[in-house]
């Protein structure tokens, strides 16, 4: 009985273990150098507070641009295997999209625009349209 118990144990742990790893890949920092880009994401505990819009609260994650404040903000997530549909909107709130952000390898990961508002970022004081399909690599 007691061994058992003990194979239901590490069993009930085992499963709890690979759950978490299916998710991890999903915690980083990812770079685009192109075009001055950064991702920070937390996809599994939405533990995301963006800089100076502390009243938001926790989110999942947002995408930024080095030296500028303007972000799109990740407001869900669904991961799906190496595959993670992301609901954005810009830190105004006026301008909303959806994107998939896969896992090509261990560093490696794209960005596509899938649907919604033009993807673009503020760009030497004009608007800059980003193109539908980003890579950016993990920092580490």
């Not at 709130?93 to 625009?113: K, R």
Request: net charge positive; proline share 4%; hydrophobic share 40%.
């Amino acid at each position: 009985m007691k061994k058992l118990i003990l194979v239901l144990f590490v069993f009930h742990f085992t499963l709890l273990a690979s759950a978490q790893n299916d998710c991890a890949p999903f915690r980083a920092y990812l770079i685009n150098n192109e075009y001055n880009l950064f991702i920070r994401i937390d996809l599994c505990e939405e533990s995301i507070t963006v800089p100076g819009q502390e009243l938001l609260g926790k989110l999942p994650g947002y995408l930024g641009k080095r030296n500028n404040s303007y972000c799109w903000l990740i407001t869900s997530a669904d991961i799906k295997d190496k595959t993670a549909s992301l609901a954005m909107i810009n830190d105004f709130g006026s301008e909303d999209l959806t994107a998939t952000l896969t896992q090509q390898n261990d560093s490696i990961y794209i960005l596509q625009y899938v649907d919604g508002s033009t993807f673009k970022i503020p760009n030497k004081g004009k608007w800059q349209k980003l193109p539908k399909k980003l890579e950016f690599k993990r920092s580490k």
